[in-house]
């Protein structure tokens, strides 16, 4: 007779412990009349850092903006955790632990940099708790500290980066979601930013990321999706695409 509380067999807490927090399957999005994405499936376990690559317009934003709500998906599921996001309002799936971090940063260029910060907890209702995440915030990013009072418009291009991820992060997020983060930084700023996504993922926070710099990318992520023409080709680890060049250039099509 078997118990209803009889707990789990070892073999069941490894295989729930093995299952992705972000599962996407079979996903259809347009623009319009305009078919972007096509049948995309893939999925980013908990504590991973997953990078979608491919060449620009392949539709790796777009992915990411139908897992944030910020567009519609006309079929395919989108689960976290178990629970299916797809077509939720965005400050929904924000409350559920999945933040956006969009190209080009978008920062208020005539608002000061905690200014800017504090938006990113416009979800937190107390003051209190409002002040303690900018204060971790500005501990994680030191530089945004010393320019707490500068107009996010007269900050540097990789300062920008920083605040835009700083931003995202006052939401708490078990997910971060970097769209081209490294997207007209020097590459002396490039590697700070990447640096900035190592020591996020070492905290406890699972990423997903969008990034032309195929480099940056396979050099930060263990895992790489390589989106071409709206569609998933092919799913590697990052050290055996980062070891072949030519097995790269296949997927990449040059």
Known sequence: MTLLSESPSPSAIAQAADAPVLAVEGLHVAYGSTAALHGVSLDVR????????????????????????LLKARSGTITWNGKSIANLPADRIVAAGIAHCPEERHVWPNMTVQENIALGAYLCRSREEVQR??????????????????????????????????????????LLMLD????????????????????????????????????????????????????ITASRPSAELRGDPDLLRAYLGG
Not at 194 to 210: I, P
Not at 211 to 220: D, K, S, Y
Request: proline share 3%; no cysteine; net charge positive.
């Open 133 to 174: 995440r900018i204060g971790m915030a500005f501990h994680r990013f030191p530089r945004l500290r010393e320019r707490s009072r500068q107009m996010a418009g007269t900050l540097s291009g990789g300062e920008q980066q920083m605040l835009a991820i700083a931003r995202a992060l006052m939401s708490e997020p078990r």
């Open 180 to 231: 081209e983060p490294s997207l007209g930084l020097s590459p002396k700023m490039a590697d700070e930013v990447f640096d900035v996504v190592r020591s996020v993922n070492a905290h406890g926070v699972t990423v997903l990321l969008v990034e032309q710099n195929i480099h940056n990318a396979l050099g930060v992520a263990s895992r790489a999706y390589v989106v071409k023409t709206g569609r």
């Open 46 to 69: 908990a504590g991973e850092t997953v990078a979608l690559i491919g060449a620009n317009g392949a539709g790796k934003s777009t992915i990411l903006r139908a897992i944030s709500g």
